[in-house]
């Protein structure tokens, strides 16, 4: 598969000088994270979660078995953690970087540093996720509200409402 160079451009972590020109791109973070969690799915629950996940997912219509398909999900909602840093409002915390993603066509409007703060990328994860979930997979509002709650919470705190100017709606991806 060949990424975009838009795609390529979309930073995940700059180094700790803020003149320092090393930086990950996303792409290869949520592969990292997709892969971590789906090696530590397999190998690190104990047999009573194993139980509990087999019980858990034995209703399911998926060819997979209930492990498998265990093992798929939290590779996949680790793969997507992060998507919110796809957002202005995290991407313009590093300018150059965020200059770098401009260069490659990613523009967005300038923001001010309290309107970034309104929109932490787990919070800009969260509504991203949910409406995709409702308009791609058409899933139930609790179950895509679910999903999308842990990328939103990735961080350890359930991401507040946001406030204005910014609105769930204003929320995209670069």
């Not at 290869?28 to 996940?53: M, N």
């Not at 498998?68 to 991407?91: M, N, Q, R, T, Y």
């Not at 923001?111 to 309104?118: H, I, P, V």
Request: with cysteine.
């Amino acid at each position: 598969m060949t990424l975009s160079a838009p795609t390529r451009s979309v930073w995940a972590k700059s180094g700790y000088d803020p003149d320092s020109r090393v930086w990950l791109p996303l792409w290869l973070h949520l592969l990292d994270s997709a892969a971590v969690a789906e090696h530590l799915a397999r190998i690190w629950l104990a047999p009573t979660v194993q139980d509990l996940i087999e019980r858990e997912f034995a209703g399911s219509n998926s060819d997979l078995s209930p492990v498998d398909e265990f093992c798929l999900l939290a590779s996949w909602i680790a793969g997507v953690h992060d998507i919110g840093k796809c957002s202005p409002a995290f991407s313009s915390k590093v300018p150059h970087l965020d200059d770098r993603m401009r260069e490659a066509g990613l523009k967005h409007e300038p923001l001010d540093t309290d309107d970034r703060r309104k929109m932490p990328h787990g919070l800009a994860g969260h509504i991203v996720l949910q409406r995709w979930l409702r308009t791609e997979c058409a899933g139930t509002r609790g179950g895509c509200t679910a999903l999308a709650s842990v990328v939103g919470a990735h961080h350890a705190f359930h991401p507040p409402r946001p406030t204005s100017p910014l609105k769930p709606q204003d929320v995209t991806i670069c």
